[in-house]
């Protein structure tokens, strides 16, 4: 199994609702990103978790809080976003937090209405 | 700060052509190199990659070789498919870090 499995693929929610992104992975990979694409831009960077720690946040409002509950999943739990919000949100993992990132989910592309 | 410059897009060529797409580079340290390619709809797949000078990726008929001397690390191939078409994602790693930098991507579209 070489893949990272995003769920739901895609999401329409209202600024007051609370939803949860999931990712999970199954090839025993230790880190784990969250990404945001905007259209027509590059992923931006927003959280990396490194052995189920919380390593690096990106300075992202904390209306994104992410969660690691094991080794193979990834949460991202969004709460009073905001239209500008929408966007394509990427999961990926790689075996740790040094090695090469090949592997990305195919996104949970948000709409924010 | 580090960033990578790629051609700007979009880029349409007929099937069978020979492709190029610059990506030229700044780095503090020794980055590695990486090119990644996203199908309409779909998350990102690495292509190929470079961890030093003078290395070259390839995958699939692409190519790609790292060149400190002029910071540049350009996609390359010789006969383009339909399939091809895609967006395509040059990036940097700084060694020992965590975080990747990508260009602004080139929309590659190839036609019949």
């Known amino acids: 199994d070489t893949e990272v499995t995003q769920t739901p693929k895609h999401l329409v929610m209202g600024m007051t609702n609370k939803k949860s992104l999931k990712c999970e992975q199954h090839m025993g990979h230790r880190a784990m990103y969250w990404y945001k694409q905007k259209a027509k831009k590059p992923p931006e960077l927003m959280f990396v978790y490194s052995y189920e720690k919380l390593s690096i946040n990106e300075s992202v409002p904390s209306r994104f809080s992410p969660e690691c509950p094991n080794s193979s999943l990834l949460n991202l739990h969004l709460h009073a976003l905001q239209p500008e919000d929408s966007a394509l949100y990427l999961c990926?993992?790689?075996?740790?937090?040094?090695?090469?990132?090949?592997?990305f989910g195919q996104g949970t592309r948000l709409t924010v209405v | 700060g580090d960033s990578v410059t790629q051609m700007e897009g979009p880029v349409t060529l007929s099937e069978e052509a020979f492709l190029t797409i610059n990506c030229t580079y700044t780095a503090t340290g020794y980055p590695s190199l990486f090119w990644y390619v996203q199908y309409p709809g779909e998350g990102l797949q690495l292509l190929l990659k470079a961890t030093k000078a003078d290395d070259k990726g390839s995958n699939k008929g692409f190519e790609a070789t790292y060149r400190k001397e002029t910071t540049s690390f350009h996609l390359e191939k010789g006969s383009v498919q339909v399939s091809d078409s895609a967006v395509y994602f040059c990036?940097?790693?700084?060694?020992?870090?965590?975080?990747?930098?990508f260009g602004q991507g080139t929309r590659l579209t190839i036609n019949p």
């Open positions: 990036a940097l790693l700084i060694q020992g870090a965590q975080k990747l930098v």
């Open positions: 990926a993992s790689s075996q740790d937090n040094r090695a090469v990132l090949a592997f």
